[in-house]
């Protein structure tokens, strides 16, 4: 977000940042300095802005300089300064002489995590934190379109959601905003404690548990273990707002203290539900409680890191406050309308984006609006004006062809919403996948039973590429062999779905370059084209490649990741 003209940061001084990460406070001996300043002008003087690329130094900002892979910022420091800085972070092994005020710090990515952690100490405002397997930005859109009908909302970049995002995200809050929304990504525990120690949300919305990031948490209990470390920094008075269609979400009863709410399509507050979770929560305190014990001894994990007892052991909570849909009808790529049914009455809207799952993000949003104040046509307003960004199922209408790019990321349960939002379309329904990372051992047969579920949708032409790309490939074959046995060429089943009248085509590609130089040259009027992989794979390229093809068109949707 473009930070002129905005307010200073409260209480943002140097000697204040200098505290607030441990660091040492050094000026030059020769003045002026080289952003024109004397030591005399910092007594009072306040950053302005916070920064990481020192092409977006301005006056008065501080720069935080990484070391990258590829590039140490550090060497970039006295640019930084002649464009205005304030002051620049430096890493201790790594000062230099300063050409201006510098805070020297042991760790640049620790000092930005306490720099945002005591930023947001200085504000009043709510925060709400968005986490998820799948689903976090596309909510994160919708919860925001809901929240700006009546505030002023800053809400996360694109994606910028991991322990550089997140808290730089956090330092760009400033007066004139009323709420912040802000997503909360992970790969690994001990992640969402760090992050949630700064954002210190006061409505936490949990989207499911799923499938990403198994190769360094192992199984979904152990997701749900990372997911839920944010209970232990809730914000007094906090909400927890829960995917209650997801299986190990719907038995949660107590999140710190915190209120706690389920949206979904099957959302069920009957005794009977209460008992029969009364079962699955025994169940899985075991199932948690011993993958723990496994994490800590592998990972070197003190005691107390996550504890999951305050929000598994207790049953007090069994009455569930509860916002669900029906009525759901798919409109095609106009999106999908639903009754909503909120505590606070029913209301019908149509969400502009396709896919069930978009009701999902609709539901979770209502609870937000609603813990917020907002009144139902302010909600309706909201949910029937939402929209998405680059990247995550953002649909764009190319002279005659249809493409919807998801590329910049993928786990199974995305890539199975992504699959039945292409089998509604009209036309010919292509799939151009990549592989999906981070899945450990289990990941060859989830790209098999991938492309198990692009023949079972009906889809009528597949590209896979990359190392697990054939694996793909494979199980579309396999499956659509099957089916042509059978004499099945259905696309699914409901309204908008109809009869593939010849067996799917499949093409296996080595890599992405390969995949372009056939793809191209087969896409033609009247084509819906879904690209999506994993954000390794680089399909972006794809997706530029088709744009310069047949133009770059206009656009509207929704993502999953």
Known sequence: MDQRGESKMKNMTLANIAAA?????????????????????????????????????????LFIPFVGEKVDAHRFIPQAFEQGAACSLSEEDLMTDPVGPCIRVESSQRALMDIAAYYRRQLKLP???????????????????????????????????NEIGMPMTVLKIRDHHQVAVVEMGID???????????????????????????????????????????????????????????????????AGGARIIFYGLGVDSSAAAREKDKDKLARLN????????????RDGL???????????????RLARETYRA?????LGMDGVSASFITPEGDFEAVIPIPGEHNVYNALAAAAVGQSLGLDLDEIKAGMETASTISGRAHF????????????????PSSMRASLAVLARAKGRRIAVLGDMGELGENAPAMHYELGERAAEEGIDMLYAAGALGREIARGASDASLNRREEGAFFAGEGEGVHRREKPMEIYACPDRDALLADLLGRLKEGDTVLVKASHFMGFEEVVKAIQES????????????
């Open 21 to 61: 990460c441990g660091g040492e406070l050094i000026f030059p001996a020769e003045e002026p300095y080289a952003n024109g300043r004397v030591k005399a002008d910092y007594e009072r003087l306040t950053i302005a802005g916070v920064v990481t690329d020192n092409r977006q130094v301005e006056r008065d900002f």
């Open 302 to 316: 003190a005691d107390g890191c996550f504890d999951m007892s305050a929000a598994y052991t207790d049953q007090e």
């Open 326 to 330: 029906e009525n759901l009808s798919a």
């Open 127 to 161: 925060l709400v934190g968005i986490i998820g397997s799948v689903g976090k930005t596309s909510t994160k859109e919708m919860v925001a379109s809901v929240l700006s009908q009546h505030y002023s909302v800053l809400k996360t970049e694109g994606n910028f959601n």
């Open 286 to 297: 075991g199932q948690i409680a011993e993958h723990l014990a496994k994490a800590k001894d």
């Open 550 to 561: 047949y133009g770059k068109g206009d656009a509207h949707g929704g993502d999953k990741e």
């Open 396 to 411: 764009l209408h190319l002279g005659g062809l249809t493409l919807i790019d998801d590329c910049y990321n993928a786990n």
């Open 188 to 254: 690994n525990f001990g992640q969402m404690s760090a992050l949630a120690a700064v954002a210190r949300p006061n409505i936490v919305v949990i989207t499911n548990i799923g499938e990403a990031h198994l190769e360094f948490m192992k199984t979904r209990d152990g997701i749900l273990a990372s997911k839920t470390e944010v209970f232990d920094y809730l914000a007094d008075g906090a909400s927890v707002i829960l995917n209650g269609d997801d299986d190990h979400l719907n038995c949660i009863r107590r």
